[in-house]
């Protein structure tokens, strides 16, 4: 696409600049994949400033904060009283990067006015252009759209901005609570700059002036909670020529090691010269239709038929170092001259004829070509994928699942295929770039990469993981930006070969959202513009529907006795500890029996004598006998001790278990109540110091015994306890990195491996210093010793187990983890060693919790739809599909399994904040609800009582029906 610069005509330069700016104008505008822009002048990097010293008395605060406001409102006025201004800005980040010779991320950031009506702006991955009467914009995500428009008078932020994707391609990459456009926008179009660049409880300082190449700055840093920034002004015509958001290793990207600041340059701004009209004009590619909003890649591509499929070309990559291939004629066919090339590594014979292809050889042999032509009559999947993109590790993880499970089938073909873009000034070529992460991906051959771009440009291909599906005519039938688990894929082709057309459905579900989209979009921008303040920060975070408790109300189908009310403050979760009578004596038994085999066996072996290959002789044969004698009698004390054991265990059978609740309460104590009501104790666990925060409460009762387990917040610790609370260990997670901060995510006590003693699951999150790669989920024995570890899944945050039958009937045991990694939470699906299975989205939902149930086997979720606006309770079936559905008011709820029903028949249980109580039988159906009038925080059923914790007490009700 061809495009003109702006530049700035200066009254007073010489004709050798005069040249070059004019060079600059009509050798156009070309795009960075990173957005940056090639004709940008190189800009001194500075750090953020520091602020050991300033200009004023440093003990002078007051006048240092009224020197620094009236030079902020001096730059205000400069650009309120501005006829016209124009910069050659970027925005960039500053950080350490993790390979040496990665470029610095860019991107363009570039803004020309001249007033009222004439516009340019350059921003990320956007473009918007306005001639005095018409807008003109484009986004690369969309190049064959450009999006036409009237220029509204006077330019605001709500009309300019008013399409949804193009607001979305101009974002300038700061978190939008800081600043949500360009920050020389705000000042040229806002009626009150400082609203935004000094939000509610910032306070100012002048820091020492310092230089941007030969231009003294005044530098002034603004203190917030949500973050620092720095404005720095020039002192020659008071325009703000950079405004740094110090991160200090808050917000990284992956590229990263840590991440210093994000920061916006604005080079060469200057005031009422004048500018090149081409700055204002949009040269619009031939292929390019207006459009009067843009509309997203899948509107457009989804169910078209791909013209010119013969010129869509693929190609396979010879990644080893040398390879020998053999050109063979064999099973010609009749009415054909081609050769069939076939590929070797064998050692060549003397009739072969053979050619050597060198990996770093850039021709590539037209018999490892295809075309999209050659794939007509079969379903075709592809996944394309980066080298710098993790997710597409997993997708194509997923993808080949797929492909195996339809191994069989000879109408569906699978093509995973590398898009990378390798630049002239790089030294590796595209085998030596792929061959290493090939292997440790565990890629399979061929290793296919797009020929010439055509292919991704015609699929629109712009962000890696893609998942693409045409059908037998070469139509788009399925289109999606990220991966998918096998399950979709495999549900998803099989809808393709019944005849159906998914991409119909998909098309509809797309229209509403984007319709929910615009309506939110313009609610922000409406709300931004009312304010003054142009950041999301006053934007209001949208709740739930029902925002205020709902008032008590009874149950319909059930009745509620009450028995107890404790008051207790700032309660958390509620787990039940059963220890059954028995357990202590049959442990101690146990321990007792285990010390007497012991000593037995150690009496017994030191009868024995150190003889090696012992000749047969009549007094090795009398010292064998007495020892087998001395044994016998051993054996029968044994026998009978282990007769009175179950003597005893017998008896022990029909007295009812200790039930007691435990609720963390009070910071870092626990409440010990019995069902009864009774505060038995209060207690801060051993191990816990005075300042560590107790914040959950979890328990297990196996054949092992009982143990109890508390996390702490603060101290970012998992303590584990017996029965008696007496300490059995105490895990603390590592970091990799010294900085690193972790949190304890979640943490359960599972038996993933059915040998009746518990493993401990711990979720991990990392919320400070180098963040990259510090979530994980760990598994530890009670010993402490590590099991397994996956340091691949994001944000883990809730952890729960299973045990299911497979087609032998026999169990299958593993565990489930919510993976908060994008905007849509997937539960990820374990087997007991810690293999990745599955990773679970029922139609593309976000699984807000989750619980299975042992008795039933279902897997029972709360969802929510992409959109934010629907929520649902559903089980799940193995693949992830829904069973059934049944909705429920949009908000936050927990969820559990019990038999509230009767003996027979069991209930889900869903949990709301406000204090609402849903109960749902098995089949989906909602048999009652009711408000205990107060939020909750905790809730157990045990024993026929439903105990609920609301935050200053614990309530008990007896259920009946």
């Given at each position: ?17 005069v040249?070059a ?49 009236e ?14 201004y ?6 960039l ?15 363009s ?26 807008c ?8 064959d ?102 991160v200090?290793?808050?917000?990284v ?97 003397n ?31 592809f ?7 993790e ?8 993808f080949?699942?797929a ?45 296919w ?38 399950a ?17 459905k ?119 006998d ?20 179950i ?21 870092n ?22 300042d ?19 996390s ?24 990799k ?38 979530d ?41 983890s ?85 003996e ?58």
């Open positions: 696409m061809t495009d003109y610069s702006f530049t700035i005509s200066f009254v007073r330069i010489n004709l050798l600049y040249i700016l004019f060079c600059l104008i009509m050798e156009g505008c070309s795009c960075s994949p990173s957005g940056g822009h090639d004709h940008n002048p190189p800009t001194t990097i500075i750090d953020s400033p520091d602020n050991s010293t300033t200009e004023t008395d440093v003990n002078d605060t007051k006048n240092n904060e009224k020197k620094s406001i030079i902020l409102n001096r730059m205000v006025t400069v650009y309120r009283n501005a006829k016209s124009a910069d050659h800005g970027r925005g980040i500053v950080g350490k990067m993790t390979q040496p010779d990665a470029e610095p991320v860019t991107w950031c570039t803004v020309a006015i001249k007033k009222p009506s004439k516009l340019r702006i350059e921003c990320n991955e956007g473009k918007l252009v306005s001639n005095g009467s018409d003109y914009a484009q986004i690369r995500a969309l190049p759209q450009v999006l036409r428009f009237s220029t509204p008078n006077p330019l605001t932020f709500d009309k300019l901005f008013n399409d949804v994707e193009l607001d979305q391609a101009m974002n300038i990459v700061f978190p939008s609570e800081i600043l949500r456009f360009p920050p020389q926008l705000i000042l040229l179009f806002a009626t009150d700059p400082l609203k935004t660049f000094l939000p509610e409880g910032a306070t100012t300082e002048l820091l020492q002036s310092q230089s941007i190449g030969n231009i003294p700055c005044d530098v002034i840093k603004i203190k917030h909670e949500r973050g620092d920034r720095a404005l720095w002004i020039s002192r020659r015509n008071s325009a703000l020529l950079r405004f740094d958001y110090m200090e290793g808050l917000l990207a992956a590229e990263f090691e840590s991440v210093r600041t994000i920061r916006i340059e604005m080079n060469d701004a200057q005031f009422d010269l004048p500018i090149a009209e081409e700055a204002f004009q949009m040269m619009q590619p031939t292929n390019a239709k207006q459009v009067s909003e843009f509309k997203p890649v899948e509107t457009e591509i989804l169910g078209k038929n791909l013209t010119n499929p013969e010129s869509l070309k693929f190609k396979e990559l010879i990644l080893d170092s040398i390879k020998t291939t053999k050109i063979s004629t064999e099973n010609p066919s009749e009415n054909s001259t081609e050769k069939t090339t076939k590929i070797s590594t064998e050692n060549p014979t009739n072969s004829t053979e050619k050597t292809n060198i990996a770093n050889d850039t021709k590539t042999d037209l018999s490892l070509q295809k075309s999209i032509s050659d794939l007509q009559g079969k379903i075709s999947a996944c394309f994928w980066t080298t710098w993109s997710p597409c590790r997993q997708a194509i993880e997923e080949y699942k492909e195996d499970e339809n191994a069989n089938k000879n109408n569906i073909q699978f093509f995973v295929i590398n898009a990378d873009e390798i630049k002239e000034t790089e030294k590796k070529t595209l085998p030596d770039l792929l061959k290493p992460i090939c292997k440790t991906w565990s890629l399979r051959k061929p290793y990469h797009e020929l010439d771009g055509k292919l991704t440009d015609a699929l629109s291909v712009d962000s890696f993981p893609t998942i693409v599906v045409l059908g037998v005519e070469n139509r788009v039938e399925f289109y999606s930006r990220g991966g998918m688990q096998a979709a894929i495999n549900s998803l082709l099989k809808e393709i070969e019944e005849g159906k057309k998914p991409y119909e998909t098309l509809n579900e797309l229209q509403k959202t984007l319709q929910q989209r615009k309506i939110q979009h313009a609610n922000e921008l409406k709300i931004m513009t009312d304010k003054g303040i142009f950041a999301s920060i006053c934007v209001p975070i949208e709740k739930p529907t029902t925002t205020e408790l709902v008032p008590q109300s009874p149950p319909k189908t059930f009745k509620l006795n009450k028995l107890w009310e404790l008051p207790l403050a700032s309660t958390g979760n509620i787990a039940v500890l059963k220890v059954k009578n028995s357990d202590k004596k049959i442990n101690n038994e146990k321990n007792n029996n285990e010390n007497f085999n012991s000593k037995n066996d150690e009496k017994l072996d030191s009868n024995l004598d150190p003889i090696q290959n012992p000749k047969p002789d009549e007094k090795i044969v009398e010292q064998t007495k020892k087998s004698d001395e044994k016998k009698s051993d054996n029968a004390e044994l026998d009978k001790q282990s007769e009175t054991n003597i005893n265990a017998t008896k022990n059978q029909n007295k009812p278990d200790k039930i007691t609740l435990l609720v963390p309460c009070e910071g104590s626990v409440a010990l109540i019995d069902l009864s009501g009774k505060l038995i104790k209060k207690i801060t666990p051993e191990g816990f110091s005075n560590e925060l107790l914040t959950l409460v979890r328990t297990s009762v196996d054949l092992s015994g009982s143990y109890v387990g508390f702490s917040n603060n101290g970012n610790a998992v303590h584990v306890f017996d029965s008696e609370l007496k300490s059995r260990l105490r895990y603390v997670p590592q970091s990195t010294a900085d690193t901060k972790l949190k304890i995510a979640d943490f359960q006590f599972v038996d993933a491996d059915g040998i009746n003693e518990p493993e401990v699951v711990v979720g991990v999150v990392a919320i400070d210093g180098d963040v990259s790669g510090g994980s989920i760990c598994t530890i024995d009670l010993n402490g010793k590590e099991i397994w570890r996956d340091d691949t899944i994001t944000s883990p945050f809730q952890i729960g187990d299973y045990n299911q039958k497979d087609k032998n009937q026999k169990d299958k045991r593993g565990l489930y919510l993976d908060a990694s994008n905007s849509v939470v997937k539960l990820q699906k374990y087997s007991a060693d810690g293999k990745r299975l599955e990773t679970l989205s029922p139609n593309g939902a976000s699984v807000r919790c989750f619980s299975f149930d042992v008795v039933s086997g279902d897997l029972c979720t709360i969802i929510s739809a992409p959109d934010g606006e629907r929520t649902s309770i559903a089980v799940l079936n193995d693949s992830g599909s829904i069973r059934w559905q049944s909705p429920l008011p949009v908000g936050e709820y927990n969820l559990l399994a019990a038999d509230l029903l009767d027979s028949k069991r209930a889900w249980i869903v949990v709301s904040q406000l204090g609402v109580i849903f109960v749902f039988d098995q089949t989906g159906k909602q048999v009652d609800s009711f408000s205990i009038g107060e939020s909750v925080t905790g809730l157990v059923i045990v024993e026929r009582q439903l105990v609920v914790a609301t935050g200053n007490k614990v309530i008990a009700w007896k259920i009946s029906k």
